[in-house]
């Protein structure tokens, strides 16, 4: 059994910065794909990247790209997102899910654990 706990949320002024860091309890990381998502109220959970047991990266929202980077550390068995420019529409709750076959995807139904979600508010 899984448990991910997120971390590194909270409010940030736009163009701001925040990294998000998804730990992990009773497994080790390294050997799971880690995906981040973000949901909004009203609207279906959104995969926002991922990377793979093996390291390689995916980028699910083209408009995150550049401004949105996923990382591995396994000496700290987490995986972070560092969100930079950070605007209005990326309001959210972030969650973090793993996947037991180490394969990333963007579909939330793929993953086995999920955390229990942290709130980003990006606001003036």
């Known amino acids: 059994q899984v448990q991910l706990v997120e971390s590194g949320g909270g409010w940030v002024q736009p163009g701001g910065s925040l990294r998000l860091s998804c730990a992990a309890s009773?497994?080790?990381?390294?050997?799971?794909?880690i995906g981040w998502f973000r949901q909004v109220p009203g609207k279906e959970r959104e995969a926002v990247s991922c990377i793979m047991s093996g390291g390689g990266g995916i980028d699910y929202v083209e408009t995150l790209k550049g401004r949105f980077t996923i990382s591995r550390d396994n000496n700290k068995n987490t995986v972070d997102l560092q969100m930079n420019s950070l605007n209005p529409e990326d309001t959210a709750v972030y969650y973090c899910?793993?996947?037991?076959?180490?394969?990333?995807?963007?579909?939330?139904?793929?993953?086995?654990?999920w955390g229990q979600g942290i709130q980003v508010t990006v606001s003036s």
């Open positions: 009773g497994s080790t990381l390294k050997d799971y794909a």
């Open positions: 899910a793993a996947d037991a076959d180490g394969i990333c995807s963007g579909w939330a139904v793929r993953y086995h654990y």
